[in-house]
């Protein structure tokens, strides 16, 4: 029996609606987004051919909101919703809606859901099925007493989870059974306000495992597939931040285990459509960690290498119909790589960052790679989602040309206005440690000397470059440009009256400013290093696009005026340069020290500073939980804490003085 599909709900914002759109208009089908408040200008709107407001902009009044999507359905006349990933994708009620309303849920029955939406009942059940699970306790009894004694029954180090978990949220690795009560209690926290259950699962805290996970695919039908594995060991904050498919260096008896547990463990559960059967691989064992119920959001270097479309795998499915094809018709070729691209910080614990996309630049035709994006240049990042801006993936004949590629598409991303993780991704990327495909979820903590606080990368070059495209502005702003006159850029006229004049242009990165002067040509500026006379000549064209000669040299580089800052993008490195207007006062670029503030908007959670305390660098003194996640905010230096302004239960907004702290006596 199959039912047509031909209008499709989805239910989900970002990226992912993006994707899901895409593959839905190419199999003729007629497509319905929904939107919150915070989305009405988003770009899933936009592409869909018809779009409904659900609600407010917390995601509680709006995506997660199961009325408001079932009611959005029947309005727009949609036969069938697609949940995407996170939201509603793994929630049973929502599926049992669908049902009730005789609409299509493009997801598994939801008792494969209920069965696998707990990591407790996940757990038993593969160990009944005889799959390997983690030593751990997956017990009813929550108290604290019988966790205790189970924690160390265990042994330490172990990991404390919320069996509702997801995203990594609420997990905590406890070193010692002296912190064991702290973590849980923390954890527990976490876990309630992000999935409203506290319940917890402990497992053994494995070292350094891989961890790999199988895509299967199930029709009603009976067949069940795997679509090969995909290593997702890069990780931050157990989240995912790179992902590949195959796994590296897996021997085949393994990935055969590997293939045939997780297609035991959807048969265990009688799955339908799209799953991800995830372990970890030590050594040489590997153990079941749970089933996600639903398309993966790293499901594109899957599609990579099997050439195949999972969102229409899973539209084919949800219709009825048999899996496109059988085992023996799914072949593999060559390799992908995906990288997660977020608005966060690493530098400051992956802090997310929210406000404005001022400029937002993808690579274009780049052999193997895709971009799925679900933002565009001037959008604004939310504080109520996930900070996953667009995903970039790069496939190649192996898994080098792969990574070749995936460096190459990173390093020809452009994005100023928020702190991003490119930076990282771009460092991870060309680690040899990577390219030997020597990887485990500890990779970041292990080369974190190699990978962070390279972003000022700067060189005489990348100042002169700085300089000049600086200048050239300045000059700019006293010319008017016909073409594009809120351009920022373009030719200087040229025309100067008398002997070559004399420009000064002031810079400052941080905390350091400089001062550099170039003589005017009629071709661009020669400036006085300390190494001798450098001529600049070139252009910068409207849009930007820089094209210098320095000394011997020729440049290609890109800038980005925002304000009073300029951006410049040169060989995939980064550096940005706060124009300083000469007249300003000194004092004015200096920094209030001591002052700890908020680094986004959110509510303290916890406060361990107190006034006249002596702190280490390093030493967490409040934490703030903003988009569900707990954020410390750390001491930056040895000190003593002079005041503390804040409260558990106190919301604060982005800026707000958490902290004062002085030089200890
Ligand atoms: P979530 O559902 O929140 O994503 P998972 O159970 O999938 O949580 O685990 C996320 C990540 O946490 C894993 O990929 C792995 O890096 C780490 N992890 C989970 N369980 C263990 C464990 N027992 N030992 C070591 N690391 C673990």
Redesign the pocket.
């Known amino acids: 029996m199959t039912r047509p599909i031909r209008t499709l709900l989805i239910a989900n914002r970002g990226e992912i609606a993006v994707r899901i759109i895409r593959t839905a208009r190419s199999m003729g089908i007629r497509t319905v987004a929904v939107f919150s408040d915070a989305d009405t200008d988003a770009l899933h709107v936009a592409m869909a051919d018809e779009a409904l407001r659900i609600g407010p902009a917390p995601a509680r009044a709006s995506y997660l909101a199961i009325e408001a999507m079932i009611d959005a359905a029947c309005v727009s006349g949609a036969d069938a919703i697609h949940p995407g990933y996170g939201f509603l994708a793994e929630n049973a009620d929502f599926a049992e809606a669908c049902l009730a309303a005789g609409v299509i849920f493009v997801g598994p029955p939801a008792a494969a859901i209920r069965a696998m939406g707990s ?1 407790a009942d996940a757990r038993r059940l593969m160990q009944a099925a005889g799959v390997p699970v ?1 030593p751990g306790y997956d017990g009813a009894d929550q108290g604290i007493e019988t966790l205790e004694a189970a924690a160390v029954a265990i042994g330490f180090p172990l ?1 404390v ?1 919320p069996s509702a ?5 609420g ?1 905590r690795v406890v070193g010692s059974a002296t912190e064991f009560r702290d973590a849980l209690a923390s954890a527990k926290r976490e876990a309630l306000s992000a999935f409203g259950d506290d319940r917890m699962i402990l ?4 070292g350094q ?1 891989r ?1 790999v996970e199988v895509q299967v695919f199930a029709a009603r039908t009976g067949r069940t597939v795997h679509l090969f594995e995909r290593d ?1 060991s890069i ?1 931050r904050r ?2 995912k931040v790179i992902e590949e498919a195959p796994a590296p260096g897996l021997s085949e008896p393994l990935r055969r285990e590997l293939r045939n547990a997780a297609i035991a463990c959807a048969r265990a559960v009688d799955y339908v459509g799209a799953g991800t059967v ?1 372990f ?1 691989v030590t050594k040489d064992q590997f153990f079941f ?2 089933m996600n119920t639903r398309l993966q959001v790293e499901h594109p270097v899957t599609e990579a290498i099997t050439g195949l479309d999972l969102v229409e795998w899973q539209i084919r499915v949800a219709r009825g119909e048999d899996l496109p094809r059988a085992q023996d018709e799914i072949a593999m070729r060559g390799h992908a790589v995906e990288a997660r691209l977020s608005t966060e910080d690493p530098e400051a614990g992956f802090l997310p960052q929210t406000g404005r996309l001022d400029h937002l630049r993808f690579p274009v035709e780049l052999d193997g790679v895709r971009i799925d994006t679900g933002v565009r240049q001037g959008d604004d990042v939310s504080i109520h989602y996930d900070p996953l801006i667009a995903k970039v993936i790069a496939h190649g004949s192996d898994r080098s040309e792969a990574i070749g590629r995936l460096r190459a598409a990173l390093a020809g991303t452009e994005i100023v206005g928020l702190k991003t993780n490119r930076g990282l991704l771009s460092e991870i990327v060309a680690h040899p440690a990577f390219a030997q495909g020597s990887i485990d ?1 500890g990779f970041i903590e292990a080369h974190q000397a190699d990978l962070f606080g390279r972003a000022d990368h700067l060189d005489e070059r990348i100042l002169l470059l700085a300089a000049f495209a600086a200048l050239r502005a300045q000059e700019r702003s006293t010319a008017v440009d016909a073409a594009d006159p809120f351009s920022p850029w373009g030719e200087p006229t040229g025309w100067r009256l008398g002997e070559p004049a004399t420009l000064r242009v002031t810079l400052a990165i941080g905390e350091r400013t400089m001062t550099l002067e170039g003589a005017c040509r009629a071709d661009g500026y020669v400036f006085d290093t300390p190494t001798g006379h450098v001529a600049v000549t070139g252009t910068v064209a409207a849009d930007g696009a820089i094209l210098a000669r320095i000394g011997d040299r020729l440049v290609h580089a890109h800038g980005v005026i925002i304000g009073e800052r300029m951006t410049l993008f040169v060989d995939g490195h980064e550096a940005a340069f706060e124009l300083v207007d000469p007249r300003r006062p000194a004092s004015e670029l200096a920094v209030a020290p001591g002052r700890l503030t908020s680094p986004m908007p959110g509510l303290v959670v916890a406060v361990t500073a107190a006034a006249g305390q002596t702190v280490v660098k390093g030493a967490p003194l409040v934490i703030v939980e903003a988009m569900k996640m707990e954020h410390a905010v750390t001491a930056p230096r040895d000190g003593r804490i002079r005041a503390v302004k804040v409260a558990i239960g106190d919301q604060v907004a982005a800026g707000a003085e958490l902290v004062v702290m002085e030089d200890a006596a």
């Open positions: 990591k983690v990991l989870k978990g997801g995203g990594g949220k997990m497992e053994k805290y494995l495992p961890h997702c990780q157990h989240q995830e970890l960690m749970e979820t």
